[in-house]
């Protein structure tokens, strides 16, 4: 297995659960179909993951148990140009630790989802930026979706400025790395 370092990233393919597939459904690429990001933080005393969760919010657990959350293929990335000060990125994530999931995806909701989150601890480093948001295929509106964003009392933000993890994947400055074995 590949040694990790600060700064890698897990990107989590479809699971069975609902909120999984809806993600898988609106958000694929062409080559990619991910619906869940974390990041690495590689320390004296283990791998751990920083992340956003809608059942958590912004947490740290151990990689062992983030890939036992996921129940779902795990594969590592790396970001293509060179982390100069990881520690940077390690103590922006813990800034962030404790906070809400953003269950709404707009910007100026509190807290943060994953992909937000990764952009959030990533954005001294200009590599990601935000594009249009879809939730559904070729500009349309999924039903559940639109179930979803009635529960919330918010209109969907359809074409917002935004980030997926497909979207952090698509934009070229990620190198796959390998698939985590699922027994970590």
Known sequence: ???????????????????????????????????????????????????????????????????????????????????????????RAQACLGTPYNASFWAKQPGYYCSEFVCEVFAPLHCFHLTPMTFGPNGTILPDWQEYYDQLGLPIPNGEPGSSPNSLVAQGQLRFIQTLPSVL
């Open 1 to 91: 297995m590949s040694s990790f370092k600060t700064g890698d990233l897990l990107l989590v393919r479809p699971s069975d659960q609902n909120f999984s597939k809806l993600i898988a459904a609106s958000t694929k690429q062409l080559k990619t179909n991910y619906t869940h990001i974390a990041l690495i933080v590689q320390t004296a005393t283990g791998t751990f993951c920083y992340d956003a969760s809608p059942k958590h919010g912004c947490r740290k657990q151990t990689l062992t148990a983030f890939s036992q959350d996921e129940d779902a293929d795990i594969d590592l990335y790396r970001l293509k140009q060179p982390i100069h000060h990881p520690e940077q990125l390690t103590q």
